[in-house]
């Protein structure tokens, strides 16, 4: 799987319920899937996506890579190194300049103000701190919950679903992470990224659908830097609390 296929995989989700990118992008994956097209024609619809092209963007200019890159994707859906190598000072200029586009400077400038130390532009950091670009979603824990990219143990499969011990989003105080079972889709509209499902396999999961399996490293990599980034919203929280 290449950076395209595997950024479409994580684009779905969230575009099929209408919170972002085109309405193209379901039949230009459909069609990529079906071998009727190849990866430029699916890779023109993602650039559609203004966000998560922005990150994209943001994480190759850095790196010095392309924002289709493998590694690239992976650290903002999943998390990587390459995360580490942006630098605080272009991350602001990425808010107010990419994400928000000067569309929303009262809250560019709020973001900017306010970013706390060690936030990174991994895919937690658009739910947690930007609390999403689009005001189509409601601004809920249970949203957020269902946005960033969690991981879990499958416990049983059945028909379309599977039932998973799930590393869950929450909220007492301050984010954190908890196990739950949770019901989750593998297939829905007609698209399953993951052919086989077995109990004992580890995934992520997306807005309710199962995206991909996960190898040990991805699967630590994805707790680490969805914890680092809660932890410094966290503690930016705590302390603008003692400073009142």
């Not at 950076?3 to 994956?29: D, I, K, V």
């Not at 399996?213 to 699967?219: C, F, M, S, V």
Request: charge should be positive; glycine fraction near 10%; charged fraction near 25%.
């Amino acid at each position: 799987m290449d950076g395209t296929e595997l950024a479409s995989y994580y684009a779905f989700p969230p575009n099929r319920h209408g919170y972002c990118g085109t309405r193209g992008f379901c039949a230009a994956l459909r069609n990529f899937q079906g071998g009727k097209t190849g990866p430029v024609s699916l890779r023109t619809e993602l650039e559609r996506f203004s966000a998560h092209y922005a990150y994209l963007s943001l994480i190759a200019r850095e790196s010095g890579l392309g924002p289709f890159d493998k590694e690239v994707v992976r650290a903002f859906w999943t998390g990587n190194g390459l995360l580490e190598s942006v630098r605080p000072g272009a991350l602001r200029s990425f808010i107010e300049k990419d994400l928000l586009k000067g569309k929303q400077p009262a809250r560019a400038r709020r973001l900017c103000d306010g970013l706390p130390d060690g936030l990174l532009p991994h895919h937690s950091f658009n739910v947690l701190y930007v609390n999403f670009v689009s005001d189509s979603v409601p601004r809920t824990i249970r949203n957020y919950d269902s946005c960033c990219i969690t991981s879990g143990k499958i416990l049983s499969v059945s028909g379309k679903d599977a039932t998973l011990l799930r590393r869950s989003i929450g909220y007492d105080g301050g984010f954190a992470i908890k196990e739950k079972k949770s019901r989750v889709l593998f297939e829905r509209g007609g698209m399953r990224f993951v052919s086989e499902l077995k109990t004992g396999d580890v995934v992520s999961v997306h807005w309710g659908m199962i995206i991909e399996k996960l190898g040990g490293k991805d699967e630590r990599l994805l707790d680490e830097y969805t914890l680092k980034n809660m932890r410094a919203i966290n503690d930016s929280a705590e302390r603008k609390k003692m400073i009142r």
